[in-house]
């Protein structure tokens, strides 16, 4: 168990929809990093936040945005879905040290 | 441009062989960090280790060890007697860290150990 927990760990929804992918990093973890795992794509890193800010950007669409809360959680939201988001999605946390620690990942289902 | 590249798609070896995987990566820049992931039939992902571009010392952690050529642009990982619970997909990556932030993977080696 890593301690970084994701929600939900299974997501089904239809094109066009909007969902919300939710990580709670380990205790004290400042930094949390998105990223999207798909057959076509490979893994892509997509987003780091770093106590509430965001720290660095990748491959992430503009359909796609993120944000750190006050109590380090993070929310992934995706809109306007298309088949092709359907994918794992994962989050990682790291602390002062250089070790990431990753959630289980949400595997999101677009119909 | 940044790219890895990681040219083993898949590896099979027998229990107790040793196995490399090999990464070889392209980046113009002079800072950079090298990581390893690992990616178990389970779905985790694992981290094994970071290396930043000016720290070329290989590192052994138990079975595991890796060799950091720059002369070479290679970050190859060993699996010294390999188990089957080495069993899984390993990834290669690449941050840039100046300029445009870049995280680049490679595409992984999937490796079998067979008992």
């Known amino acids: 168990d890593s301690g970084v927990t994701q929600t939900p760990k299974h997501l089904i929804t239809a094109t066009g929809q909007r969902v919300t992918l939710r990580c709670s990093p380990r205790?004290?973890?400042?930094?949390v990093y998105w990223y999207q795992q798909s057959l076509d794509q490979g893994l892509q890193f997509l987003i780091q936040?770093?106590?509430?800010?965001?720290?660095a950007k990748g491959n992430i669409l503009e359909r796609f945005s993120a944000q750190q809360f006050p109590d380090l959680h993070s929310e992934l939201n995706l809109s306007s879905l298309e088949l092709g988001d359907s994918a794992l999605y994962f989050c990682a946390s790291q602390g002062s040290e250089e070790t990431q620690y990753f959630g289980p990942g949400t595997r999101l289902l677009v119909l | 441009a940044q790219k890895v590249t990681q040219a083993q798609t898949e590896i099979s070896v027998v229990e107790k062989e040793d196995v490399t995987l090999d990464c070889v990566y392209e980046?113009?820049?002079?800072?950079?960090?090298l990581f390893w992931y690992k990616q178990p039939p389970s779905g985790e992902l694992v981290f094994l280790i970071r290396r930043n571009s000016f720290d070329e010392q290989n590192e052994i952690s138990g079975r595991y060890s890796w060799n950091f050529q720059k002369s070479t642009s290679s970050f190859n990982f060993t699996i010294t007697a390999s188990q089957v619970v080495d069993s899984a997909v390993y990834f290669c990556?690449?941050?840039?860290?100046?300029?445009?932030?870049?995280?680049?993977f490679g595409t992984g080696t999937r490796l079998k150990v067979l008992a």
């Open positions: 990556a690449l941050i840039r860290t100046s300029g445009t932030y870049k995280y680049i």
């Open positions: 205790s004290g973890d400042l930094s």
């Open positions: 936040y770093y106590n509430g800010e965001e720290r």
């Open positions: 980046t113009r820049d002079t800072t950079y960090y």
